[in-house]
């Protein structure tokens, strides 16, 4: 059943919905020492973080090529043994809040995170309601979110913590899902620098737009009526 508001949403989970980063970084920065490197800072980390490329990644942040898989190999070992980040403050509240306006039914995750992972962090906070509608990722985002999109004509609004995140939407508007629009975090707990999501919603008007904190989150359905 869709709304007033003619839209359904999806969110992403870490550094939206979840102050995931701190955690991130900790666990790449023992999986970088595991293999013999140099920690790399929070900074060094969001110029490079990129979920759609790890081998990339990690070869950018002083594994190198020829040691990436062994870095990442470590990581996934590693961010099994650690407990889950905690919500933003606002960001629970923010999701019930948009499950009122919108429906049970109009409200998603899409996301890469481990189902282990989102199974403990939604039982904690209060969220198993929407286990039946979320979304585990495997290679592609954009596969996902074209699949999401063409359930029906309604507007999806997808919100992200990353600039890759948007390509994403990019990609699947490409493919054919121009009802799909584009949310982009700018708050402290975002993935990517804020002027690089800046530049990125301000080069595609045509769909992307900022949101700057996920207690904002209201805002992103009220406009699109």
């Given at each position: 059943m869709?709304?007033?508001y003619?839209t359904?949403?999806?969110?992403?989970?870490?550094g939206?919905?979840?102050?995931?980063?701190p955690?991130?970084?900790?666990?790449t920065?023992?999986?970088?020492?595991e293999?013999?490197?140099n920690h790399?800072?929070?900074?060094t980390?969001?110029?490079?973080f990129?979920?759609?490329?790890?081998t990339?990644?990690?070869?950018?942040?002083?594994a190198?090529?020829e040691?990436?898989?062994?870095?990442?190999?470590?990581f996934?070992k590693l961010?099994?043994?650690?407990g889950?980040p905690?919500?933003i403050p606002?960001?629970i509240n923010?999701v019930?809040e948009?499950?009122?306006?919108?429906?049970?039914?109009?409200?998603?995750f899409?996301?890469?995170e481990l189902r282990?992972?989102?199974?403990?962090?939604?039982?904690?906070?209060?969220l198993?309601?929407?286990?039946?509608?979320t979304v585990?990722?495997g290679?592609?985002?954009a596969n996902?979110?074209?699949q999401e999109a063409?359930?029906?004509?309604s507007?999806?609004i997808?919100?992200?913590?990353?600039?890759?995140?948007?390509?994403?939407?990019?990609?699947?508007?490409?493919?054919g899902?121009?009802?799909?629009?584009?949310?982009g975090?700018t708050h402290e707990?975002a993935g990517?620098?804020?002027?690089?999501?800046?530049?990125?919603?301000?080069?595609n008007p045509?769909?992307?737009?900022?949101l700057?904190h996920?207690t904002?989150?209201?805002?992103v359905?009220?406009?699109?009526k």
């Amino acid at each position: 059943m869709i709304n007033q508001y003619n839209t359904r949403l999806a969110l992403d989970i870490d550094g939206t919905t979840h102050d995931s980063l701190p955690f991130v970084l900790d666990v790449t920065n023992r999986a970088l020492q595991e293999n013999g490197f140099n920690h790399v800072s929070m900074e060094t980390y969001k110029l490079h973080f990129d979920p759609r490329d790890w081998t990339c990644m990690y070869a950018h942040l002083g594994a190198g090529y020829e040691h990436a898989d062994a870095v990442i190999a470590s990581f996934y070992k590693l961010y099994k043994q650690v407990g889950n980040p905690p919500p933003i403050p606002g960001a629970i509240n923010a999701v019930l809040e948009a499950k009122d306006a919108l429906g049970h039914e109009n409200v998603s995750f899409i996301t890469h995170e481990l189902r282990e992972k989102v199974l403990t962090r939604f039982e904690r906070d209060g969220l198993t309601r929407f286990l039946d509608t979320t979304v585990y990722v495997g290679n592609s985002k954009a596969n996902a979110l074209y699949q999401e999109a063409k359930k029906d004509s309604s507007r999806l609004i997808y919100v992200g913590y990353l600039t890759t995140d948007g390509i994403s939407c990019q990609e699947a508007r490409e493919m054919g899902a121009d009802n799909l629009f584009f949310y982009g975090l700018t708050h402290e707990y975002a993935g990517h620098p804020e002027n690089r999501m800046r530049l990125f919603i301000s080069a595609n008007p045509e769909f992307a737009r900022e949101l700057k904190h996920i207690t904002q989150l209201h805002t992103v359905w009220k406009n699109s009526k």
